[in-house]
């Protein structure tokens, strides 16, 4: 079959996700692109097709914490606490942001890489042996000279960020145990599809992984996925486990399982990705459609948790900063500053009761449970949510 690449979806001019505006920069102009996502149907990988260097997107800026949301946190420690149970003597994590996940272990068996040297400095600070750098075979090597092999790797929400994927499969052999295992947890395409959750394609999201697109990538290399959870965090994420091709142990029946779902949901078929692209067509004018009702009738809306998935949404759906009041975030990097392109206020808090917000635009969907926790009393006093997944609509509950 040729290599073929097919473009099925144009989310339009985007600015940088996580470049927050600080107020003196408001009238300066933004770096902008157009977001195209593509399907190669020899390799299975949905990418995106403008692409920026590493150093442009992750920086001594970076705003993003792994430790702000409560669910986060205990996710990655719930599986700290499963790996200690099997006794690593050595485990690394790429992308290691503030410590979120090497934080729940010994700091002599932890190394973390961790390229965006302000949230570096956080683990750096508490004595954790972290290094600032991008991973890449050169930094497996150098890391080599001062320590063994691991046998342990874990890398969350990073590896669909590095465009080389070849690289990053290159250092993991260069460093993992010939019996380790490399754990990666990224966003699940098939999840994606059936949520419409086009949002999890902006600049940073260089792809969304399917089981398929991965182990094609992983087969280079010699490396194998054994395993596959299924979670809920981030609105729907795979848990791989992977394996040198050398390393004899048994595939779990959770790799055939999910490998079937995903053809059978239709992951081989350029069909699904342009239908995918039509749902998400009129999700556009559904939620604009919201937006413009409820101003109509002289609504307060707000916008809760200002993610790097909702610019996606708001540029592509032209939501702007006449339509939303503010955002709320908990990250201190974020606050004071405006979103991407719609240029939109970030506060810290905000009581939603005492300030009269019919409704809040739910940035950070994929936390609604913790989210709906803290904002009983809002919901309870008829303060209602608008969502965009798995269509647009006002929910409450
Ligand atoms: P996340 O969904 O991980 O985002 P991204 O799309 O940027 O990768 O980020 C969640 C954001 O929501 C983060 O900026 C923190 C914020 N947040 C709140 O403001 N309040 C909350 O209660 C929670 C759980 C998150």
């Keep these: 079959m040729k290599n073929k690449i097919f473009e099925f979806l144009d989310l339009g001019n985007q600015p940088l996700a996580n470049s927050y505006i600080k107020k003196k920069d408001l009238n300066k102009k933004e ?32 705003p993003y914490r792994s430790s702000t949301s409560q669910t986060m946190s205990l996710h990655l420690k719930k599986l700290a606490q499963n790996i200690k149970k099997k006794m690593p003597t050595k485990i690394l994590e790429i992308g290691s942001n503030d410590g979120c996940f090497i934080k729940n272990f010994d700091k002599k068996k932890t190394i973390g890489v961790e390229p965006c040297t302000n949230v570096e400095k956080i683990t750096k600070k508490q004595k954790y042996n972290t290094y600032p750098e991008f991973w890449s075979p050169t930094l497996a090597r150098k890391i ?23 690289e990053v499969f290159e250092g993991i052999n260069i460093i993992l145990d010939e019996k380790g295992i490399f754990i990666i947890e990224d966003p699940s395409l098939l999840e994606c599809l059936k949520k419409n959750t086009y949002d999890q394609f902006y600049n940073e999201h260089i792809y969304v992984f399917s089981y398929l697109s991965l182990q094609n990538a992983l087969t280079k290399h010699n490396l194998e996925i054994f395993k596959i959870e299924e979670l809920k965090i981030h609105g729907g994420s795979n848990r791989y486990y992977i394996k040198k091709i050398t390393n004899k142990i048994k595939l779990h029946k959770s790799v055939k399982h999910h490998k079937y779902k995903e053809r059978k949901f239709g992951l081989e078929n350029l069909k699904t990705y342009i239908k995918f692209a039509k749902r998400i067509e009129y999700s556009k004018k559904k939620l604009l459609s919201i937006f413009i009702r409820c101003k109509k009738n002289n609504k307060k809306i707000i916008g809760y948790g200002a993610t790097a998935k909702s610019v996606t949404i708001l540029n592509y759906c032209n939501i702007n900063n006449k339509m939303i009041s503010y955002f709320v975030d908990t990250t201190p990097d974020k606050q004071n500053k405006y979103t991407p392109g719609t240029k939109i206020l970030i506060k810290k808090d905000s009581n939603l009761i005492n300030d009269k917000v019919d409704y809040a635009f739910l940035g950070a969907w994929n936390f609604k449970k913790e989210i709906f926790n803290k904002e009983k009393e809002y919901i309870k006093k008829g303060g209602k949510f608008i969502v965009h997944t798995p269509y647009p609509r006002i929910i409450c509950k």
Excluded: G
Excluded at 33 to 50: A, D, E, F, H, M
Excluded at 144 to 160: A, E, P, R, Y
């Design 144 to 166: 080599l000279k001062k320590h063994n092999k691991v046998n342990l790797i874990f890398s969350s929400n990073t590896i669909s960020h590095i465009k080389n994927l070849d």
């Design 31 to 62: 770096r902008m692109y157009r977001l195209v996502v593509r399907y190669n149907n020899l390799n299975k990988l949905v990418s995106i097709k403008k692409t920026f260097s590493s150093k442009d997107m992750f920086n001594n800026e970076y």
